[in-house]
C-alpha cells in the first residue's frame, strides 16, 4: 500500500495550525438541517496510529442509511501529519482521512467522525474541519466527554442533555442504549443537531456506537496492521 505524503504547505506548528482552524471556521454553515435521516449514505470515518513507524490509517465506510448495509469502503495509510497538541487532532489525521474519502466511487453522504465538531474549544474539531473541506454534511460522534459541563441524560434510550459552554449548547450527551453510558454529538457543518441526533439514534440499533463508526474503526485497524506488516 502506497504511504501518503504530508502535503506541501501542510501547517507544521501550532500558531499556523490555528491560523488555519480560524479561517476554515469561517466557512462553516450552521443553518442547514442537513440529510433526511434514513435516506441516501452516511459514511463512517476513523484512524489508528502506529507511534513507531509514524503512521496513520484511515478508513472511509459507506453505509445505506436505511438498512446500514456496507455499500462500500476505503483506506489510506499516510505519515502522522503534526505533533501530538490537544485542540489541533485534526491536523494530524485529516490528509490521510481525505485520501480514504477520495479513494470512493459512492456518493458518501453525511460524514460521521469519531469525534467532535463545534464541541471544542474554538469551536472546530475535526467534524467541522472535514466538513468545511469536502463541503459535505457532517457530525462528530465521541465516545467520551470533552471538557463541557453537562447533566447526565434520562436512562432512557433517546434522552439528551446539551453540553455547554460558556453558556452554548455546542453539542448533546445522548442515550444511544437504555441504561449504557451516553455518546456525545456534535455539530460538524450543515447538519443541524437536533437532525444530528436523530442520525446517532438510527445509527445505533443494536449498540451503544454507531454502525458507521464500528465498521470504521475495524478497517483501519486491519489496515494498519496490514501496512505495518508491509514495511
Known sequence: MAIIEIPAGWPADEGAARAVQEELRGRLVRDEEGPTVGEGHVTGLDVAYDDERDLVAAAAVVLDARTLDVVEE??????????????????REIPTLLAALDALAADPGLLVCDGYGLAHPRRFGLASHLGVLTGRPSIGVAKNPFAFTHAQPGPERGDAAPLLAEGEEVGRALRTRTGVKPVFVSVGHRVSLARACAHTLRLTPRYRIPETTRRA???????????????
Do not use: H, I, M, N
Not at 474503526?217 to 508491509?230: I, V
Open 217 to 231: 474503526d475495524s478497517l483501519c485497524r486491519r489496515a494498519l496492521k496490514e501496512a505495518s506488516g508491509e514495511l
Open 74 to 91: 476505503a483506506t489510506a495509510v499516510g505519515r502522522v501529519s503534526f505533533p501530538y497538541v490537544p485542540g489541533l487532532l485534526a491536523f
